[in-house]
């Protein structure tokens, strides 16, 4: 064992001087303190982008997406990630030669293992699984900052047990019910005399056409297993209400298709004080439309009247917007105040960037003005002579200018005259 050891470290020293050589992390564009999932993440995003389908016109793709899948396999498993961390490469190489790995294995194979389907993009004649529609709330203030989260919902996955074959052993047998083909002819009599033959899908292997003798027990046979799958979630700055997010092929896996797409719909959520809120912010509790913003704000009737009066809002990323009247300014009951530049960013791709920048809607603040419930009498006393003072000077009767009847008519004095006139 040590001699094995020595050896390996041996191949290890020498594997630095060897040129070209990928180093795996870098290939994925993780750290070597990556987690599992990281990793998986990693593959997900780059093989994707590099699968010569979609890179038809790119010479290098091909062997950029081989590396991807190399990397992956190294780094996917605990065995060989630990032999790649001591030994490097060549510490790689030397375990499958001795039959420990098994080598490398088809990289179109390992994608279609992956996302399911043949792994290739718009095969002819493959089968595509359905798109999944998921819907995610989230907070105003996150629509405004910005925000990187993550969510998880029951993904249906290929067994990694079986590698989606269902078997234990991983042998699939040709059904001999119909010959490997799915479905069979069935003779069914609808008259006496008169027969006919009906092609049905075939009850023994379900119409896939193989059999299995031994089934997995992780999936029980069924070749795919649904798990609680964690999604990365970017959501940008302004980004609008109801907005969608395609990930492509990360729907429902299946051996016997490709996988369609996730389609994310980011809804904002009502606002929590406990959940959302725990730095006090106003602006949680602002009302969105498209670009601009909505607040009320609530004066009392002197503020309002007589003015000097200041608010200070904490927008949504802790900044503070400041509202106010000076002395003899009056607010209307209803008044609507636009204040420019604070409402939501405007969303772009570029973001905040030397190619770009953010700009804002609008903060509109409506004033609404409540009165008191009721005076104590000295204040009552004071109020009603100063209101008769001026009210005798410049007070205007809006009842004498509304050309309303001075005179009151009773319903009931209106009855009594028309008995009187029938009489």
């Not at 999932?37 to 982008?49: D, G, T, V």
């Not at 907070?139 to 074959?165: H, M, P, S, V």
């Not at 234990?168 to 009599?189: E, I, L, Y």
Request: glycine letters at 12%.
């Amino acid at each position: 064992m040590w001699f094995r050891k020595g050896f390996l470290l041996g191949l290890f020293t020498l594997a630095q001087l060897v040129a070209g050589v990928e180093d795996y992390y870098k290939v994925l564009g993780i750290d070597k303190h990556a987690t599992d999932k990281q990793i998986k993440s990693a593959y997900r995003q780059l093989s994707k982008k590099y699968h010569p389908d979609k890179n038809p016109n790119d010479s290098t793709a091909h062997d950029k997406f081989v590396l991807v899948s190399e990397a992956y396999e190294a780094l996917s498993d605990a065995e060989s990630r630990q032999i790649y961390d001591q030994y490097g490469y060549e510490g790689l190489k030397q375990r499958q030669q001795g039959g420990a790995g098994g080598g490398h294995h088809d990289p179109f194979d390992l994608f279609s293992r992956f996302f399911g389907g043949g792994g290739h993009f718009g095969q002819p004649g493959q089968r595509r699984g359905p798109n999944i529609e998921v819907k995610v709330g989230i907070a105003l203030r996150d629509f405004y900052n910005g925000r990187t989260t993550e969510f998880q919902w029951e993904k249906q996955q290929i067994c990694d047990e079986c590698e989606g074959t269902g078997a234990a052993d991983g042998v699939v047998h040709k059904c001999h019910s119909c010959n490997g083909h799915g479905s069979k002819m069935v003779r069914h009599q609808i008259a006496p005399g008169m027969i006919t033959q009906v092609q049905m899908q075939c009850d023994v292997c379900g119409g896939r056409g193989k059999t299995i003798k031994h089934k997995c027990k992780v999936c029980g046979g069924e070749r795919v297993v649904r798990k609680p799958t964690p999604v990365s979630l970017k959501v940008g700055r302004g980004m609008a209400d109801g907005a969608r997010i395609v990930y492509e092929n990360e729907a429902d896996e299946s051996p016997d298709w490709v996988a369609g797409d996730l389609h994310v719909t980011i809804v904002e959520k009502e606002p929590s004080l406990t959940e959302d809120n725990p730095d006090k912010v106003d602006g949680v509790f602002f009302r969105r439309k498209d670009n601009d913003l909505h607040w009320r704000e609530v004066l009392s009737v002197r503020e309002a009247w007589m003015g000097d009066w200041t608010r200070n809002l904490t927008h949504l990323d802790g900044h503070v917007v400041r509202l106010g009247r000076k002395r003899g300014e009056v607010v209307q009951p209803g008044h609507v105040e636009t204040v420019v530049g604070e409402g939501m960013p405007i969303f772009h791709e570029d973001g905040d960037s030397v190619y770009h920048t953010t700009e804002f809607g609008n903060l509109y603040v409506e004033y609404v003005v409540v009165l008191p419930d009721q005076m104590e009498s000295g204040m009552e006393k004071d109020l009603w002579a100063v209101f008769q003072k001026w009210r005798v000077k410049n007070g205007v009767d809006l009842h004498k200018d509304s050309g309303r009847p001075e005179k009151v008519v009773l319903k009931e004095d209106q009855d009594r005259e028309r008995e009187h006139e029938e009489l």
